[in-house]
């Protein structure tokens, strides 16, 4: 099992310019999130899923969007990207949203840099 | 409101000392508590997991403590190693709601030599 995958690790943009995020995970799990870290503020969510085909707006969604057209993908778009969305991304998965089941198996996090 | 706060924001402590850092929570109706463990560059781990009814819970040289009347929660490391320098972060699970997870901002653990 390689649990949750994100891909890229690392990638720089201009503002203005475009990029996908991919998240895969393994474990046939029914929830997905997506999050980003910032320095002095801990995790938060970005948008989520509760199964195919199904999305969610979290605590930040504002300047992304997310598609989840296979259960074990979640995409996350960044359509014209600015500065203020320079941070790490974390996605994670999980079986259930209630009791011991919605532990969240998080991926290694994409670092993205927006000059 | 939802919180979860924790102390200290960071804290640096010799290898092989003892170390307990603390978490107190808001959430209601509230389900269970984790700890996760983030090395740096790396996504969190999972610790710990402790429900209403728990209020101890020992992963290796972690142990957790959970007060659900006082909605405290504790992680003790004993005999600290230099592996232990990470974020610890203190998630509380509400029991309702599709977003029910309220993540605290963690705390910043260095082990030097």
């Known amino acids: 099992n390689a649990g949750v995958t994100q891909t890229p690790k690392f990638r720089v943009l201009k503002t203005g310019q475009s990029m996908t995020l991919l998240c895969a995970q393994d474990m046939n799990h029914e929830y997905m999130y997506w999050y980003r870290q910032d320095p002095g503020m801990g995790l938060r969510l970005i948008h989520y899923s509760v199964g195919e085909g199904t999305t969610a707006k979290g605590e930040v969604p504002d300047g992304y969007n997310v598609s989840r057209l296979k259960k074990q993908n979640f995409l996350l778009g960044l359509e014209s990207a600015a500065p203020s969305q320079t941070s790490v991304y974390f996605c994670a998965s999980s079986y259930s949203n209630l009791g011991l089941a919605s532990s969240q198996y998080f991926g290694p996090g994409t670092r993205l840099l927006v000059l | 409101k939802n919180q979860v706060e924790q102390s200290p924001q960071s804290l640096i402590i010799l290898e092989g000392k003892n170390c307990t850092l603390q978490c107190n929570y808001t959430v209601s109706p509230f389900s269970n508590l984790r700890w996760y463990k983030q090395d740096t560059g790396r996504g969190p781990v999972s610790l710990t997991i402790?429900?209403?009814?728990?209020n101890t819970k020992s992963n290796g040289r972690y142990t957790a403590t959970l007060d659900a009347d006082t909605k405290q929660s504790s992680l003790h490391i004993t005999a600290s190693q230099l592996s232990d320098s990470a974020s610890y972060i203190c998630?509380?699970?509400?029991?309702?709601?599709?977003?029910?997870?309220?993540f605290g901002k963690g705390t910043r653990l260095s082990v030097i030599a």
């Open positions: 998630v509380v699970s509400a029991n309702s709601g599709n977003t029910p997870l309220v």
């Open positions: 402790m429900t209403f009814s728990e």
